[in-house]
């Protein structure tokens, strides 16, 4: 059974630009949230999707947002890119979000370096 | 405002001593709590969890004990090996989901991590 897999592993994007970031959750699993990571403010909450629809947001600027397809796919697009913006994302999948007591799948990661 | 706090960067043990990771919670809502660990370059992965009706919960030699009243929890490793040196995280979902929505469970809040050096 393939795992949650991210695209790319690594980017590198200059201030100003946009970016969109790709996780392919496990086979069956229609939710599926995003992290950030960074060293001063550990693992963040980005949002949730399941079926379609965001389901739960954190508290991030609107220059974050996501989109989720029809076969569970989703996509997160960070606009107008800050320095501060420069973490390693991750992308957690499960069947309904509501499992979460079992714990999540992580991939391995995005990581954004913003110059 | 942070409700789950691991408030000690790292730990250093000996191989085959016990190691002991602590975190610390704010918000008595939480009725879950999780142990995720990290190695560089790659993604979390779910270690234990308990529940709060529960005190304790064992899965070979990591343990994990609640104290409700004080609002902590602690990772008991035994005995610690080389390969267990990681990041550890702590995490509790929850979350209020947006109007309409059931998920509050989607959402986990993480501590900022206890590096754990186990050396040989």
């Known amino acids: 059974k393939a795992g949650v897999t991210q695209t790319p592993r690594y980017l590198i994007k200059t201030r100003g630009q946009q970016v969109t970031l790709s996780c392919s959750p496990i086979?069956?699993?229609?939710?599926v949230s995003w992290y950030q990571q960074t060293p001063g403010q550990g693992l963040q909450f980005l949002f949730e999707?399941?079926?379609?629809?965001?389901?739960n947001k954190g508290n991030f600027p609107g220059r974050f947002s996501g989109r989720q397809f029809s076969n569970s796919r989703s996509e997160m697009n960070v606009s107008t890119l800050e320095l501060g913006d420069s973490a390693l994302y991750l992308c957690?999948?499960?069947?309904?979000?509501?499992?979460?007591?079992?714990?999540?799948?992580f991939g391995s990661g995005t990581r954004l370096t913003v110059v | 405002d942070q409700q789950v706090k691991q408030n000690s960067p790292s730990l250093s043990v000996q191989e085959g001593r016990i190691s002991i990771l602590n975190c610390d919670y704010t918000n008595s809502m939480f009725d879950y709590f999780l142990w995720y660990k990290k190695y560089p370059a790659e993604g979390p992965t779910f270690l234990i969890s308990i529940s709060s009706i529960k005190d304790k919960n064992e899965d070979g030699r990591f343990t994990v004990f609640l104290n409700k009243s004080a609002k902590h929890l602690s990772l008991h490793i035994v005995p610690s090996q080389p390969g267990d040196s990681a990041v550890y995280f702590c995490a509790a979902p929850g979350g209020r989901p947006l109007k309409g929505h059931t998920g509050a469970n989607s959402k986990l809040t993480f501590g900022k991590g206890i590096t754990l050096s186990v050396r040989p």
């Open positions: 957690a999948s499960s069947s309904t979000g509501q499992d979460v007591n079992y714990g999540y799948t």
């Open positions: 999707y399941f079926s379609e629809t965001q389901r």
């Open positions: 086979s069956g699993h229609r939710s």
